[in-house]
């Protein structure tokens, strides 16, 4: 059993610099617990990343908490989970409250604008990296497209309730899958807001009823930040987005900034507290059903109909956030960031730094 003092310290030292979202958390995960230290094999590493993307909620947040459980057992996964997610948090609550100020800096607003301008395309890219490996393994290229349109339509169209169409694209595939099974099931069984209950819901909502990563949550937050409630403008919300990509952690503590709006400090680690939640009861009550989880059939005819439609959500939600562009030069920037990302493949970190410089230099 690993020391709860080297889980502390290592799990930490990724929360701390773990910048680039999930893709950069699971390349340090990685390199820590399988070809550092050994405590994992290749083969069972990849099996928990597969497992936790059968998940709703965070799946880098579930990874680093399912290796911390592994290594050192449930005050492991409690340590190391925490550890993971607390740095970014600290870090993106500070800038939240330097965004949010009544008055902040004109630095601070070129920053955000020139960073938030910049957000469509990393949307545009996150969707885009995640539809090559989900086309080769789909049953039905046919019904792969219809679940990835019908998230594409959903995300702008209806926003918060995209949540609602992965499901039923989920249940649509279970059942075109299981229906042999389900027609012999058949035939033999024949003869109700405060602000802190609404943060409570989204803190929910983003930690456990959200598949596809962080961007499929843009739209769930969007809705009741910006439109609901009016907690941010969609200025305000597009930097929110752009505070989670570039601090270290979770993209998911996005919800922190939408939180602090509503409610202060108190607000901010009340939503991250309800929709990180989740992820620790994935993975302490069922950590030693994953492999099971991750075999049965059921399960994986949901992700077949949820994962494409997730992709599309997610492509979706650039269209959200780049109607909230306001100012003419952040197209440019925009521009300049789909090149950055996708023919240049530069990182997310990087195109978001060169653009908030961007904006220092237009704004």
């Given at each position: 059993?690993?020391?709860?003092?080297?889980?502390?310290?290592?799990?930490?030292?990724?929360?701390?610099?773990?910048?680039?979202?999930?893709?950069?958390?699971?390349?340090?995960l990685r390199e820590l617990t399988v070809e550092r230290?050994?405590?994992?094999?290749?083969?069972?590493?990849?099996?928990?990343?597969?497992?936790?993307?059968?998940?709703?909620?965070?799946?880098?947040?579930?990874?680093?908490?399912?290796?911390?459980?592994?290594?050192?057992?449930?005050?492991?996964?409690?340590?190391?989970?925490?550890?993971?997610?607390?740095?970014?948090?600290?870090?993106?609550?500070?800038?939240?409250?330097?965004?949010?100020?009544?008055?902040?800096?004109?630095?601070?607003?070129?920053?955000?604008?020139?960073?938030?301008?910049?957000?469509?395309?990393?949307?545009?890219?996150?969707?885009?990296?995640?539809?090559?490996?989900?086309?080769?393994?789909?049953?039905?290229?046919?019904?792969?497209?219809?679940?990835?349109?019908?998230?594409?339509?959903?995300?702008?169209?209806?926003?918060?309730?995209?949540?609602?169409?992965?499901?039923?694209?989920?249940?649509?595939?279970?059942?075109?899958?299981?229906?042999?099974?389900?027609?012999?099931?058949?035939?033999?069984?024949?003869?109700?807001?405060?602000?802190?209950?609404?943060?409570?819901?989204?803190?929910?909502?983003?930690?456990?009823?959200?598949?596809?990563?962080?961007?499929?949550?843009?739209?769930?937050?969007?809705?009741?930040?910006?439109?609901?409630?009016?907690?941010?403008?969609?200025?305000?919300?597009?930097?929110?987005?752009?505070?989670?990509?570039?601090?270290?952690g979770p993209v998911t503590h996005t919800v922190a900034?939408?939180?602090?709006?509503?409610?202060?400090?108190?607000?901010?680690?009340?939503?991250?507290?309800?929709?990180?939640?989740?992820?620790?009861?994935?993975?302490?009550?069922?950590?030693?059903?994953?492999?099971?989880?991750?075999?049965?059939?059921?399960?994986?005819?949901?992700?077949?109909?949820?994962?494409?439609?997730?992709?599309?959500?997610?492509?979706?939600?650039?269209?959200?956030?780049?109607?909230?562009?306001?100012?003419?030069?952040?197209?440019?920037?925009?521009?300049?960031?789909?090149?950055?990302?996708?023919?240049?493949?530069?990182?997310?970190?990087?195109?978001?730094?060169?653009?908030?410089?961007?904006?220092?230099?237009?704004?």
């Amino acid at each position: 059993m690993t020391p709860l003092a080297t889980v502390l310290r290592s799990w930490g030292r990724i929360g701390v610099l773990g910048f680039g979202g999930p893709p950069a958390h699971i390349r340090m995960l990685r390199e820590l617990t399988v070809e550092r230290e050994g405590w994992l094999e290749a083969d069972e590493f990849e099996d928990a990343v597969a497992t936790c993307n059968l998940l709703p909620g965070p799946s880098s947040t579930q990874l680093a908490i399912y290796t911390a459980w592994r290594v050192a057992g449930a005050r492991g996964a409690l340590v190391g989970g925490l550890a993971f997610i607390l740095p970014g948090l600290a870090i993106i609550v500070a800038l939240a409250a330097v965004f949010l100020s009544g008055e902040p800096p004109h630095w601070v607003l070129a920053l955000g604008a020139g960073a938030g301008a910049a957000v469509p395309a990393v949307a545009v890219a996150a969707g885009w990296s995640l539809a090559p490996s989900s086309w080769a393994r789909t049953v039905s290229r046919a019904r792969w497209v219809a679940y990835a349109l019908a998230g594409l339509a959903a995300t702008p169209l209806i926003g918060a309730w995209v949540v609602v169409v992965l499901l039923a694209c989920g249940l649509v595939e279970l059942m075109v899958q299981q229906a042999p099974a389900m027609r012999a099931w058949w035939e033999r069984s024949r003869h109700g807001v405060a602000p802190p209950l609404a943060l409570l819901w989204l803190g929910f909502k983003v930690g456990a009823l959200s598949y596809g990563g962080g961007f499929v949550i843009i739209p769930l937050m969007q809705t009741d930040a910006v439109t609901r409630h009016g907690w941010l403008s969609g200025e305000q919300f597009l930097n929110a987005v752009a505070l989670g990509q570039i601090t270290p952690g979770p993209v998911t503590h996005t919800v922190a900034v939408v939180g602090y709006a509503a409610g202060g400090l108190g607000g901010a680690l009340l939503a991250d507290a309800v929709a990180f939640a989740p992820s620790f009861v994935f993975v302490l009550l069922g950590g030693r059903h994953f492999d099971r989880i991750r075999a049965w059939k059921p399960a994986r005819a949901v992700l077949d109909g949820a994962g494409p439609a997730a992709i599309g959500a997610i492509l979706g939600s650039a269209i959200v956030l780049g109607r909230a562009l306001e100012l003419h030069w952040q197209l440019g920037v925009l521009a300049g960031a789909f090149v950055l990302l996708l023919a240049l493949r530069r990182g997310v970190v990087t195109t978001l730094l060169l653009a908030a410089a961007a904006g220092l230099l237009l704004y």
